[in-house]
């Protein structure tokens, strides 16, 4: 039998939220990969001898192909924050790539998204909003805002992974004509999990920072306009 990639969602921050099938995958491989502050959440790692492998940004063109490398003799699990398919299509991208260019398998497997948190907080179904990432590289095109919002839904924005990533998103409402009352969540279902009810216009004014874990709730400020 050929070994595997795992591509593992490890939940959204709390390490009781690792479903069943993970944590069992997470036991049963020897060799973990991921970043260091979603390894790091589970202690039993170090002390079951997992061999593990910190992935960092300014590496990681080098590091994956040295990952997927390893998977031709032994099964290695790379971890995901939440879940793979949600706001890290970049990433996992580049891992299914290497897999195709090095004929391995790779299994996905699902986790809980804090998305999912964010949704419980706000009160709405994920059927009702948009959901736009900015947590990714390149070219970034804010005008997404106002197209998703002349849909008539509310919007659950990722900002980019910088303190003034909450402050770049309420500039373009403010342009488009919109100040709504914001919920930012941030550190969804960490201990530290904050949840603020701010203006976008006091989020520019007061200059405002915030962690690189933020899920921003936009209402439809474009309803009545």
Known sequence: MSNLIYVVGVGSGDPELITIKAFNVLKRVDI??????????????????????YLNYKEQ???????????????????FHGD?????YQFLNRIKRECNRQGIQY???????????A??????????????TFHVRGELNYDEIKKALEIGRDLLIVPEPYPDGVRKVSEKLLQIGCNPVLTVMERLSFPDEKVY?????????????????????????????
Request: proline share 3%; glycine share 4%; aromatic share 4%.
């Open 32 to 53: 973990i990969a991921g970043w260091r502050n979603v390894v790091d959440r589970f202690d039993f790692l170090k002390m079951d001898g997992k061999q593990l492998i």
């Open 107 to 117: 299994v996905i497997i699902s986790g809980i998204s804090s998305v999912l948190r």
């Open 84 to 88: 793979p398919m949600v706001s890290d």
């Open 197 to 225: 009810k701010i203006t976008a216009e006091d989020v520019v004014k007061g200059d405002l920072k915030f962690s690189d874990l933020v899920i921003v709730h936009v209402p439809n400020c474009l309803r009545n306009s």
């Open 119 to 132: 949704l419980a907080i706000v009160g709405k179904d994920l059927s009702q909003i948009v959901f736009i």
């Open 61 to 79: 063109e080098i590091q994956i192909p040295e990952i997927v490398s390893i998977a031709r003799d032994r099964d290695v699990a790379v971890l």
